[in-house]
């Protein structure tokens, strides 16, 4: 059974950096084809793809955001981070971290975590 | 980027009905296509994957069709779980792209 949760802080001011961690069960991200992702929504708005990170390390970023993306692995652990600098209150989302299967067998984002909302204001 | 484009935005229907969500991709996407339903306050859940495959445990109720750069979701037969937002999403190029999403209303 494949899980996903999401943490970190639920309110950042403007300009600080946010990190969340997301720590998967389920699967091991050294299988090949596996990926792990992040996903935002603004409330009330559409979803956003911000970033994926593969199996063998290749990290895929939204280049409307990539300036201030950086998305890490720890296969040991489990989890994967996602950091983001000079954080905006147009930043202010649920913020998802997702599984990704790379290749002719792919199910899309075909397993969420529950999302956490992280509000930016000073 | 590649825009996804849906239509309509609102949708009402009665329990019952037969409803159709269209997605337009701004350039071809092959049937790199995911359809997902999102009930308020939870995280989406796919339905359909590579534009026509129903994601296992989804009822038969749904279906995808469509390849290149037009796609529809249908649900054959409105049930009163189904009231939710769907929101298409291409995974063929990076950056991997959303539509604005269908807010199917209970009529």
């Known amino acids: 059974q494949i899980t996903l949760k999401e943490s970190g802080p639920t309110l950042v001011k403007p300009t600080q950096t946010l990190t969340l961690t997301c720590t998967f069960s389920g699967f091991s991200l050294s299988t090949s084809g596996v990926g792990v992702g992040w996903v935002r929504q603004p409330p009330g708005k559409a979803l956003e793809w911000l970033a994926l990170i593969y199996w063998d390390d290749d990290q895929r970023y939204n280049p409307s955001l990539k300036s201030g993306l950086t998305i890490t692995k720890d296969t040991s652990k489990n989890q994967v981070v996602l950091t983001m600098t000079n954080m905006d209150p147009v930043d202010t989302a649920t913020y998802y971290c997702?599984?990704?299967?790379?290749?002719?067998?792919?199910?899309?984002?075909?397993?969420w975590g529950q999302g956490t909302l992280v509000t930016v204001s000073s | 980027d590649i825009q996804m484009t849906q239509s309509p935005s609102t949708l009402s229907a009665s329990v019952g009905d037969r409803v159709t969500i269209t997605c337009r991709a701004s350039q071809s996407i092959s049937s790199w296509l995911a359809w997902y339903q999102q009930r308020p306050g939870k995280a989406p859940k796919v339905l359909i994957y590579q534009a026509s495959n129903l994601e296992s445990g989804v009822p038969s109720r749904f279906s995808g069709s469509g390849s290149g750069t037009d796609f529809t979701l249908t649900i054959s037969s409105l049930q009163p779980d189904d009231f939710a937002t769907y929101s298409c999403q291409q995974y063929d190029r990076y950056p991997y792209t959303f539509g604005q999403g269908t807010k199917l209303e209970i009529k």
């Open positions: 997702v599984h990704f299967y790379y290749g002719s067998g792919s199910h899309g984002f075909d397993y």
